[in-house]
């Protein structure tokens, strides 16, 4: 029994702290961040009829689909604080909860082809973009030190959601109709708030913070750690949210006499199922080789595939087992980070720098889709330059992790 038992000291250093059922709890936050992720990018799916039924311009386009991006990774730096302070299970039942009006706004705006509504819809479904600021604090606290890459890497499988949204949304907007498709996913965001409010509870380890919010991320700005993660995170979570936003319409435009909207979202889909197995694998690898060898490895991947991709191989398997190998060299280094953040992060500083890093995560992905549309070559039908600078990007962070030292020397 005792060799099953799993303990660790607490965070203040006094005595020994039994963590048994912190699988269980990872795995219901990883379900709640699911639903989070896939009422986030909800609208990316669709983005065909909204385009269509609206009129919309390139540039329009890109704001529709940025929007949530944005707003959700600005958030994420408070709410990074606020689980600190507040707690996993309060925090996780109040964000699905308030993703809610989100998607209703989403779907009155969709009926009555209002542009304007639908940015506020996509503003509002920002809220559910944070929710991941809260998983990475909540599961480090359940796992001993040498074991959080493993934690952040099954919690961050949550980004499953984007592949459900990608995969599900047109699918069952064909089946069942637009407004149906939205209120399965309101019923889900209630569900599993009501699981997380009943069923959730903290890691024994955790121990609140009483510090106010503002000082305590101006503190995690003030660390080293903070800002290097936040670059490199950026490159490796902000490309997966660009692709995973923006993939659709690239392909549908790129491909236009091979992929329609259902084929481009199932090739999102995959694209970010392959992103989501990864994640968890370069946290576990980060666990035994050490967070910069992976990150090292991650970032000359996605050099060498962005510039693939920007060669814009003919639709089949070259182009599909291009885009899955990219997405799985970014869920690579989106294990490793954290990985790394969970080895590095002072005590109680956890959630705040998880917060802050996660909100540079998805600016990231907030600029590349606009950047996309600027840049569009409507003669070449290309968005070579926007992928030049994925790869010029890349290879910058590359270099910057070269410099770095690993990661557990540097607590």
Not at 221 to 232: A, Q
Not at 376 to 399: E, I, K, T
């Amino acid at each position: 029994m005792a060799a099953r038992t799993m303990h660790t000291r607490s965070m203040s250093g006094v005595g020994e702290l039994d963590l048994r059922g912190g699988m269980a709890n990872v795995v219901l936050a990883t379900l709640a961040s699911a639903v989070g992720f896939w009422a986030w990018m909800i609208i990316a799916p669709l983005q065909a009829r909204y385009a269509t039924e609206m009129g919309l311009t390139e540039g329009q386009i890109s704001l529709m689909l940025a929007t949530p991006v944005l707003v959700g990774s600005l958030g994420r730096v408070v709410v990074g604080a606020l689980a600190d302070r507040l707690g996993g299970r309060r925090m996780f039942t109040a964000l699905l909860l308030a993703s809610v009006p989100g998607v209703l706004l989403v779907v009155v705006a969709g009926e009555n082809g209002s542009f304007g509504l639908l940015i506020t819809g996509g503003f509002v479904l920002g809220v559910a973009g944070t929710i991941f600021a809260v998983g990475i604090p909540f599961s480090s606290a359940w796992f001993p030190p040498d074991k959080r890459g493993l934690a952040t890497g099954i919690f961050g499988m949550g980004m499953i959601g984007t592949a459900l949204a990608a995969f599900a949304t047109p699918r069952l907007e064909r089946v069942v109709g637009y407004v149906p498709t939205h209120l399965i996913v309101v019923a889900l965001l209630l569900m599993m708030a009501v699981l997380t409010w009943v069923l959730l509870r903290e890691s024994p380890a955790w121990r609140q913070s009483t510090e106010p919010v503002v000082p305590k991320v101006v503190g995690a700005l003030k660390l080293r750690i903070t800002w290097e993660m936040s670059l490199l995170y950026a490159i490796v979570f902000g490309g997966f949210v660009a692709f995973s936003t923006f993939l659709p319409k690239y392909l549908v435009t790129i491909y236009p006499d091979d992929v329609d909207v259902v084929g481009a979202g199932t090739r999102a889909a995959t694209f970010a199922a392959a992103a989501v197995v990864a994640r968890p694998i370069g946290g576990v690898l980060a666990d035994k080789l050490g967070p910069k060898l992976i990150t090292l490895v991650s970032l000359a991947s996605l050099v060498a595939l962005g510039y693939v991709v920007g060669q814009q191989p003919a639709e089949g398997i070259v182009a599909g087992l291009t885009f899955i190998l990219l997405a799985a060299a970014m869920g690579l280094g989106m294990g490793s980070v954290y990985a790394w953040i969970g080895s590095s992060s002072p005590p109680g500083r956890a959630g705040a720098v998880a917060g802050v890093v996660a909100a540079a995560g998805g600016l990231g992905g907030y600029i590349p889709p606009l950047v996309m549309g600027a840049t569009y070559d409507p003669v070449s039908n290309s968005y070579h330059l926007g992928l030049w600078l994925l790869v010029v990007s890349a290879a910058f962070a590359l270099v910057l992790t070269g410099l770095l030292p690993p990661g557990r020397e540097r607590t």
